[in-house]
């Protein structure tokens, strides 16, 4: 048993949240460095090279150099096993982010120095506020000119409305950005600029040795004093139980691309988080140290290797422990299986487990029959985690493949996309799926399943958008969907469940639907 409690309270599991550009995949890919996982990191935006962030697996993503769907990332670092879950950060794919973060126990919060807190990050951290989970903010891209480092805490407790405390401090930015100072070890990190090169050489100072006037000249030295003084008097204190419940974030300063101060982030990280943190389910709180095996599905994703056309379900391990070929229970289709090909993934890259843990990720070969949200358990144990939500799509279009002799390939390609969680499918009642209704969050999931359509499952497609703006599941489950008073630009669609559900163009048609039907209830979320 001991030996279970020793290797969960060596797992960190943590996702990286930021707007775009703010440099996060090119943090992933530094601190993968550091464990081993990689040798070269492969910059986003180097299209003319081979060379792509290996978190950014599918090939649209490659192509337009943003991340379109999380990936799932382990490495080994100073006897500590890490999981990175890494999320889009354009706004059209949050809601993957937002089911990525229900399987963190923490986040790395990355904003760009010369732009502060962006719009997309406030809504990402809302997400970790609500879980109470610990955030770690690391203020990139120090080597361009940027904004005062005042005014970046300000913004962030402003904004976001956290705490914030500075663990090094940065003295210049741009091309005077000279490192940062250490506020615990008193000593200065020193950055060299090294013509382009994409590591820089790690130099400690401390203050009274000679070598510090050669770095900094006397008015940033005063500067630094008068800035650290402040700090120590007016900033907030280090409180580590703030942190980890949420309230206080640590902020470091750095540049992912030159790897400058990225090694000395990860080692604090790993001090700040915690282990694997006990896990709402149905009725009761599951213990990570509990000897039997419960873990829930965040993420579904088809066609990772093209050559198999598979679907892995991505599990989080919640308590004990995992082992290749044991007996679990389903508790969503209410039977025993074995998992299929357990395997642990680097991005494309995957290697069969023969044992995980809690706090690890695993990802097993779907043959059709795990939702997003699904627990699965050891035999004998009544554990059901509490569901993720299905947020209420605000885009919708009607879709139909232009090849009526592909059907087949239209029905698999759109209904395997949609649990995927990407896109959510609808039709009309009555109609078969030779069209559907296609309803996503952002516009630009519309591009993907276009380009997923045509390249993993051969079929061209021709979209029309629709006028509608708002989405409402029917409550009543005995109502007539035919007899409802409904004004001319609302219409009755189904789910894949065969839940009722009405499209409306305008709060106006809402209110009409329940003005004029009475005891009719709607209700803004689907069920998971």
Avoid at 10 to 29: M, Q, V
Avoid at 74 to 80: E, H, S, V
Wanted: charged share 25%.
């Amino acid at each position: 048993m001991s030996s279970l409690k020793e290797e969960i309270s060596k797992r960190r599991t943590f996702a990286i949240i930021s707007h775009p550009d703010a440099g996060k995949t090119t943090l992933t890919e530094k601190l993968l460095l550091y464990g081993g996982a990689i040798n070269l990191a492969g910059s986003v935006k180097g299209k003319r090279t081979a060379k792509h962030a290996v978190s950014d697996w599918m090939e649209i993503e490659k192509q337009r150099g943003i991340s379109v769907t999380s990936s799932v990332l382990q490495f080994k670092y100073n006897g500590y096993c890490i999981n990175i879950l890494d999320t889009p950060g354009h706004e059209d794919f949050s809601e993957d982010t937002y089911r990525t973060l229900m399987a963190a126990d923490s986040a790395v919060m990355v904003i760009d120095a010369s732009k502060g807190v962006e719009k997309q990050t406030v809504k990402l951290f809302k997400v970790c506020v609500m879980r109470n989970i610990p955030i770690i903010t690391f203020i990139n891209k120090m080597d361009r000119d940027a904004k005062n480092p005042f005014d970046l805490l300000e913004n962030i407790e402003e904004v976001l409305g956290i705490n914030t405390y500075p663990v090094n401090w940065p003295i210049g930015s741009g091309k005077e950005f000279k490192g940062v100072f250490d506020r615990k070890t008193q000593k200065l990190l020193c950055f060299t600029a090294n013509n382009g090169q994409k590591e820089v050489e790690k130099t400690e100072l401390a203050l009274d040795d000679p070598a510090f006037n050669n770095f900094v000249n006397e008015y940033q030295k005063k500067d630094l004093f008068d800035e650290i003084e402040l700090l120590d008097g007016a900033g907030d204190e280090f409180d580590i139980d703030a942190v980890r419940s949420g309230k206080l974030t640590p902020v470091f300063f750095g540049s992912a691309l030159t790897n400058f101060g990225v090694e000395p982030f990860l080692e604090e990280f790993l001090q700040l988080t915690t282990p694997p943190l006990p896990r709402e389910s149905v009725g009761e709180e599951v213990d990570p140290m509990s000897d039997y095996f419960s873990a829930f599905v965040f993420k579904i994703q088809a066609n990772m290797n093209k050559a198999h056309r598979d679907r892995i379900a991505f599990m989080r391990i919640c308590s004990g422990k995992f082992e290749k070929n044991m007996e679990v229970f389903h508790v969503q289709g209410n039977k025993k299986m074995r998992l299929s090909q357990p395997q642990q993934i680097m991005a494309q890259e995957r290697e069969i487990v023969d044992e995980a843990y809690a706090g690890d990720i695993i990802g097993v070969f779907d043959p059709g029959i795990f939702s997003i949200g699904d627990t699965i358990c050891s035999p004998g144990h009544k554990v059901k985690f509490k569901g993720i939500p299905t947020f209420a799509p605000e885009h919708f279009a009607l879709v139909r493949q232009k090849d009526t002799m592909k059907r087949k390939q239209f029905i698999k390609g759109t209904s395997q996309i949609a649990q995927e969680g990407a896109i959510q499918i609808f039709h009309e009642p009555e109609s078969g799926m030779e069209e559907v209704i296609v309803g996503v969050v952002g516009v630009l999931q519309f591009d993907v399943l276009k380009y997923r359509l045509e390249n993993e499952y051969n079929v061209e497609i021709i979209m029309e958008t629709l006028p509608y703006e708002f989405i409402r599941w029917i409550v009543n489950e005995d109502i007539d969907v035919k007899s409802l008073n409904l004004a001319s630009d609302t219409k009755i669609i189904q789910d894949l469940k065969g839940n009722n559900l009405l499209l409306f163009t305008s709060y106006w048609s809402i209110n009409w639907a329940l003005d004029h039907n009475e005891g009719l209830e709607l209700r803004e979320f689907g069920t998971d």
